[in-house]
């Protein structure tokens, strides 16, 4: 008994002391997580992905909210489906949520995210952010290739028309704007198209699987136990095999830009974003560390997938919703031709009169964002939104799809009105996020101006010369509209039809 009483005056105080310590630490550890649906052991959430995880995430938010906590694994994953909680990620809180989830596919595609769109938050990041900003994406820049949006677009009228005046009449208008995009970026990008001789086949099917590859979910990446997967089913051996061809090319195309460049100091405007990056590399503008020949190549895979497959994609849905709805094309034709009216082509400077083009661009924008789920973000830091904390090391998959099609922001929003932007300053730039097919903030798309002029003019131009319509026997409301999802979503079947139209120009 002695002995007890002489050992309680010890471990009691003890005791006392770890209780407190216990009751200390779980009231400044207790966290306010935002709601989540119930997950599996080890897999968490990804079995509700589904084949469409855009439409998947949308129906879980309709039951949890705009703000709302998945596990892929092990991974925090927060969903993001309302305008107002992506102005608190996008604005409010966008120092917190500058970083990228470090994703395998794209590192080994991306030499090791040395681009600017996948790249973890750093001072890489920001050398390579003011590269694109200052040098490569500047409106100054963008305008300097007006003429090759304009030859490039002429060129794609030329095929329809040739095409339109064969035997057959139906024209396979995603080949036409796939051709369209990737000649522009080409271009732009390199300086010159490669196709034929020039290894363009080549180069086009390494770039769309390129696409297909980012695009892939690596299970690897949320559960790592189970990365062996991925060997058994041939995906790694893809993903090395596209990334050795495609640094093959792109050694070739850098080597030779570099050797044509020797002892020539073109200044001009017709410059090309490799002999930009080529300049700044030989010159070490501002002592400029991160533009090494891997960050050269990163960049300029990085221009063609966010420059070719989100562009034609928008252009294919565009088109979609215009054969679907026969009035809106035909006010739209309108338009186009009131404006043009003895031109042979639309020109960049008949764009800015064309208000209800540039309505229907956005009202696609907002029912078919190419990218549905943006580009995956990763916090860096504690944060508290909307009163819910958001651990450091979260990643943040925003729906721009589902906030386009949010009633809360929209009346009406499963139909296509492009009325609703006549008489509204909304517009896809990025502040208003009722509307953010190229996301916002520091991460936000550099391209954005580009990508919307080659749109616009591509679709104001189609519409001036020919009229079109669904193939024989197909009524508008039987259009296929499913989907094929990658990194972007694209329209299952490809569009054919049209009718040629021969305007009379004076």
């Known amino acids: 008994m002695l002995l007890l009483n002489s050992l309680s005056l010890y471990f009691l105080p003890l005791l006392f002391f770890i209780l407190f310590l216990h009751k200390f630490f779980s009231k400044t550890t207790h966290k306010n997580l935002p709601p989540s649906p119930l997950k599996l052991p080890l897999l968490g959430n990804l079995h509700q992905l589904g084949r469409f ?6 129906s879980l938010a309709k039951k949890y909210g705009p703000l709302m906590l998945l596990h892929f694994g092990n991974v925090p994953v927060l969903v993001v489906s309302s305008a107002v909680a992506a102005r608190e990620i996008l604005k409010t809180h966008d120092l917190a949520f500058l970083s990228r989830p470090k994703l395998s596919i794209a590192s080994r595609l991306l030499y090791d995210l040395k681009d600017a769109t996948f790249c973890p938050y750093g001072e890489h990041w920001r050398q390579v952010r003011s590269i694109c900003v200052l040098h490569l994406l500047s409106n100054k820049r963008v305008q300097s290739y007006r003429k090759v949006r304009e030859e490039e677009t002429a060129l794609m009228m030329d095929k329809i028309r040739s095409h339109s005046c064969s035997s057959s009449s139906l024209v396979n208008l995603t080949d036409v704007f796939v051709s369209l995009t990737y000649g522009i970026v080409c271009r732009v990008a390199l300086g010159r198209k490669y196709d034929g001789a020039g290894g363009g086949t080549r180069f086009k099917e390494l770039l769309g699987r390129v696409v297909g590859l980012i695009g892939v979910s690596n299970v690897g990446d949320y559960i790592p136990w189970l990365a062996w997967i991925n060997g058994v089913s041939g995906l790694d051996a893809k993903v090395d095999k596209v990334a050795k061809e495609m640094d093959e090319f792109l050694k070739g195309v850098v080597e030779e830009r570099f050797n044509r460049n020797k002892g020539h ?26 533009v090494r020949n891997d960050t050269v190549k990163a960049l300029i895979v990085n221009m063609f997938v966010a420059g070719t497959d989100t562009t034609f994609t928008a252009l294919e849905w565009t088109m979609m919703e215009l054969l679907r709805h026969p009035q809106i094309m035909k006010k739209l ?17 008949d764009l800015d009169k064309m208000h209800y083009l540039k309505a229907v661009v956005k009202e696609s924008f907002r029912l078919h964002t190419p ?10 830091q ?20 589902a ?35 190229f996301g916002g903030g520091r991460r936000g798309c550099p391209g954005t101006p580009f990508a919307a002029n080659v749109n616009e003019l591509a679709l104001a131009n189609v519409l001036h010369r020919f009229d079109f319509s669904s193939p024989e026997g197909e009524c508008s409301e039987d259009m296929d509209v499913s989907e ?23």
């Not at 995880?53 to 949308?58: A, D, E, T, V």
């Not at 100091?265 to 991160?290: H, K, P």
């Open 53 to 58: 995880p855009h439409r998947s995430l949308r």
């Open 265 to 290: 100091d073109d200044g001009g405007s017709s410059r090309s974003f490799l002999d930009v990056l080529l300049e700044i590399q030989r010159d070490d503008v501002g002592g400029c560390s991160a």
């Open 333 to 349: 034709q309108n338009e186009v031709r009131d404006i043009a009216r003895g031109k042979l082509n639309v020109t960049e400077d």
């Open 371 to 380: 990218a549905p789920l943006l580009i995956p973000r990763e916090s860096i």
């Open 382 to 401: 504690d944060v508290h939104i909307m009163g819910y904390d958001i651990a450091a090391g979260t990643e943040v998959l925003i729906n721009a799809w």
């Open 403 to 437: 906030i386009g099609r949010d009633p809360l922001s929209w009346e009406d929003p499963e139909e296509m009105r492009p009325d609703r932007f006549l008489n509204s300053s909304i517009d896809f730039k990025g502040q208003d996020f009722e509307l953010i097919p």
């Open 484 to 506: 094929i999802s990658s990194i972007t979503i694209r329209k299952k079947t490809p569009y054919c039809g049209c009718n040629f139209l021969l305007l009379l120009v004076s």
